[in-house]
């Protein structure tokens, strides 16, 4: 798309900003420990799973458009009962932590799935068993991300578990035979994994996967000072021209990079669509504490906008979040004179972490954390 047109379609959905996908942080408990956890989760956890009623309670707060076509359908004439229910469902993505442990899962699901929204779910995978994947079929499951952050041992290194590749691929592999589930594959590319995306997409295939997408790692979490986390310039274009060369061979195994940040010359080369941080424009998240923010990547310190035991998360959602509807508070550091400002809008929004002195204000924010535009080479 002209970029024009793009900044055009941004600055409309910006001022829509239509809720699409909601996370839910429903536990921080985890059953691994990985070496890039940007959440620092362990299997016990600082904050108590959120009790399933009070996050429905903050769910019910949001316009329900299946309600209302049901109700509205009822007393329609019978030449107008085939209209569509729900056109523009929303998402809810159960995140965490990892959302198998809570042993509610299913109940879950079907309560989601009662109001007549689309769930879907981020896990490692482990306990994705086909008794499991049965269950939560069963419960409304619509669509799952599962991690494959390398080949065997380099997968469980970042993982920190001998056993977790093997028991992803087995998730993979039930996962990718159903034909009602959309099945999404992700992987951090890192120092170790950036010489086996060859082999990664290749088991991928013969997995029948459809969907890969591949991301990179920022300097939060554990993976801050871990320098075998984070590519160099060189492995940041290398991991660029890998993607844009599947795209060009259009396989059935749809490579992309996530929406991390603004590419320059790779734009449009590694995405289906330009650079573009939904965040806060039709995303925000529940998190563990009850905090209402966007990407639950996002420093939550700096940018929550309120929580669900005290604000109603709908109204919330339509008057708060303007950090993220207006960026020109990004204008500072690398990003005050950069001539691609206008398109990057300082990159995605996890980019801006508060300093490790624990400044927490927008306005105490000096630079991105990273700049993928200029990493990349940039023009």
């Known amino acids: 798309m002209n970029p024009f047109l793009f900044r055009q379609f941004r600055r409309l959905e910006t001022n829509v900003h239509e809720l699409n996908y909601l996370f839910w942080e429903c536990t921080q408990r985890c059953n691994l420990s990985c070496r890039h956890c940007g959440s620092d989760c362990f299997t016990s956890a600082k904050d108590q799973d959120m009790p399933l009623e009070d996050f429905l309670r ?11 076509s049901k109700a509205a359908k009822s007393k329609s004439s019978a030449k107008n009962s085939s209209r569509k229910d729900n056109i523009d469902r929303l998402i809810v993505v159960l995140t965490g932590g990892e959302p198998l442990l809570r042993p509610d899962i299913e109940q879950v699901g079907k309560e989601i799935a009662k109001r007549g929204y689309y769930w879907s779910m981020v896990s490692n995978g482990f306990f ?10 069963a419960a409304g499951l619509k669509a799952i991300t599962f991690s494959l952050d390398g080949i065997g041992e380099n997968h469980n290194w970042m993982r920190g578990n001998p056993k977790s590749y093997d028991h992803t691929i087995k998730a993979i592999e039930i996962a990718a035979k159903e034909k009602l589930l959309d099945l999404d594959v992700v992987s951090c590319i890192n120092r170790r994994s950036i010489g086996q995306l060859e082999e990664i997409y290749q088991t991928l295939m013969s997995l029948g996967v459809r969907k890969w997408r591949l991301f990179t790692i920022i300097p939060i979490g554990r993976a801050k000072d871990d320098p075998q986390m984070h590519l160099t310039n060189e492995e940041m274009v290398r991991l660029m021209d890998f993607i844009a060369d599947k795209r060009l061979q259009k396989t059935p195994l749809n490579v992309s990079f996530s929406c991390e940040g603004y590419l320059g010359r790779y734009e449009e080369k590694v995405r289906p669509v330009r650079h573009f941080c939904h965040a806060g424009i039709n995303i925000a998240s529940v998190l563990i504490d009850g905090r209402i923010c966007a990407c639950p990547n996002i420093d939550r310190d700096v940018f929550s906008q309120g929580n669900i035991y005290t604000d109603n998360l709908f109204e919330v959602w339509e008057n708060k979040f303007q950090a993220f509807r207006k960026r020109d508070w990004a204008r500072k550091g690398i990003c005050a004179k950069c001539p ?20 927490t204000t927008i306005d105490e924010l000096s630079n991105p954390l990273s700049c993928h535009y200029h990493r990349t080479g940039g023009r």
């Open 58 to 68: 903050a769910l019910d707060t949001i316009p329900n458009p299946f309600k209302a």
């Open 128 to 137: 994705y068993t086909e008794e499991m994947h049965r269950k939560l079929m």
């Open 340 to 359: 691609q400002f206008r398109n990057c809008l300082g990159g995605g929004m996890h980019n801006w972490h508060s300093s490790p002195d624990g400044k």
